[in-house]
């Protein structure tokens, strides 16, 4: 329980809260929807020369990867794994991280090395032994010999040992459906498949985490990070928008995900309130509270659109690196106008980036600027915007033959036929796109 406070402290606070009220249609509708974006304070800063680990569901790969791609060092990506990682169809996913007890298992066993089971892990597929899986990782089967299994499991600990170096933890919490080997009493990562469950009968068991499990959890991972890290240490945390596949609980999945995502993130805001150099950064939020056109890869209800991941990111630096603004900025503005583009919101397009001094450095900006007022029936402010792009990025053919078409509609042939001169010295292997046009028809017939 928190500590009380009096009321005029509470009140003076709310006073100054400037997103204290929930946004409604007539007021704040532009912090919801199409893309949520809930205010956070951070804590401390990243420095761009900071390393970066980063663990925990398949989220967490959508965070290195945009972490990346910025040019940051992400330790957790450092998957040098041999013969046995190459075989792998999708290396990085194999090594995600779904409950918080398989995460304080795993981190653990890296720092603590005694602490490992060894191949004890590894559970036969055939009576010749020919093939093992490791469900403290992913799913994949593992046809090679033990020793070699073994010591492909003592390098993915040697990637994992990284986290006491890393300048910054990113932990990303998946779901509470955990399973536990109860003869070796560790919980595995994945759920044991069928074969297996009648192979070994009674081995396996289902854990429900509670808040308390999660809360213990969290703490003892940062007992134990506090023991052998030689720096400061910073975490970042978030919990995984993706839902769950399914549930081995007897109830709607809906519900299932419900409390796994809700049972997390209570735990992760008393963990944050109680622990100094802890932050949460609301990406659970993000996601599932905007529009779902905007949220999700078309046609799947799972999996976060790559540019709102990249929004996200893009907040996550802007907020924890300063600095960067006016580039992140730019970044933020693209990936809206592209998700904006996506749901065919073309007005809500205008507006944003109207007034937007971004768009004079980015032609990206500008082109879709360009579409958008064309959306809008706005040609003639269409051609305007679109021929600084044409000026500016000479090697991008889309957004000539757009000004062309244009021209061709507002039925100014002559200036359309300059450019599609142009566009037969730019672009010489595009004669399909010359084929037929309305300015070339037009002057065959003079």
């Not at 459906?177 to 009648?198: F, K, V, Y």
């Not at 056109?293 to 893009?314: C, K, N, Q, S």
């Amino acid at each position: 329980m928190s500590v009380p406070e009096t009321a005029e402290e509470v009140l003076r606070r709310a006073g100054r809260n400037p997103f204290r009220r929930y946004p409604a249609p007539e007021a704040g509708a532009e912090r919801l929807y199409p893309l949520a974006m809930p205010a956070s304070t951070p804590s401390f800063q990243i420095s761009p020369e900071d390393t970066i680990f980063a663990m925990g569901s398949c989220f967490a790969r959508e965070i290195e990867t945009a972490l990346a791609n910025s040019g940051m060092r992400v330790l957790s990506r450092d998957l040098e794994l041999g013969p046995i990682g190459a075989s792998l169809e999708d290396p990085a996913n194999f090594f995600n991280a779904y409950t918080v007890p398989s995460m304080a298992a795993e981190l653990r066993w890296a720092l603590e090395r005694d602490s490992f089971p060894g191949a004890a892990l590894f559970y036969p597929l055939r009576e010749d032994d020919s093939a093992y899986r490791d469900l403290t990782l992913g799913s994949a089967k593992l046809a090679f010999p033990r020793a070699d299994i073994l010591a492909f499991r003592q390098r993915v600990l040697d990637v994992t040992a990284q986290v006491a170096e890393a300048d910054l933890l990113v932990l990303t919490l998946g779901h509470v459906e955990s399973w536990r080997d109860t003869a070796l009493d560790i919980p595995l990562n994945i759920a044991p498949p069928p074969a297996l469950c009648a192979r070994f009968p009674g081995r396996f068991a289902l854990e429900v985490l509670s808040y308390e499990d999660i809360l213990a959890g969290l703490r003892g991972i940062h007992d134990l990070l506090l023991r052998v890290r030689r720096k400061p240490l910073r975490m970042l945390l978030t919990v995984s928008p993706v839902p769950l596949r399914a549930t081995f609980r007897d109830m709607d999945v809906l519900l299932a995900n419900s409390y796994s995502k809700s049972v997390q993130r209570a735990a992760v805001e008393t963990f944050v309130a109680e622990t100094k150099g802890v932050d949460y950064f609301p990406s659970y939020e993000c996601v599932t509270l905007s529009d779902p056109a905007a949220a999700w890869t078309e046609g799947d209800f799972r999996h976060v659109a790559p540019d709102l991941v990249a929004r996200i990111m893009a907040e996550v630096r802007a907020r924890y690196m300063p600095g960067e603004e006016t580039g992140l900025r730019r970044d933020a503005l693209l990936t809206n106008a592209r998700l904006l583009t996506r749901m065919e919101r073309y007005g809500e397009l205008c507006d944003l980036l109207q007034d937007a001094p971004e768009r004079a450095g980015s032609p990206d900006l500008q082109q879709a600027y360009a579409v958008a007022l064309r959306r809008n029936n706005r040609i003639a402010e269409a051609v305007a915007a679109i021929s600084d792009v044409v000026e500016a990025a000479t090697e991008d053919h889309r957004a000539l033959e757009r000004l062309i078409r244009w021209l061709e509609q507002l039925d100014r042939m002559p200036l359309a036929r300059d450019y599609l001169d142009l566009h037969a010295t730019r672009f010489p292997k595009r004669r399909k796109f010359r084929r037929g046009r309305k300015a070339r028809k037009a002057a065959r017939k003079r």
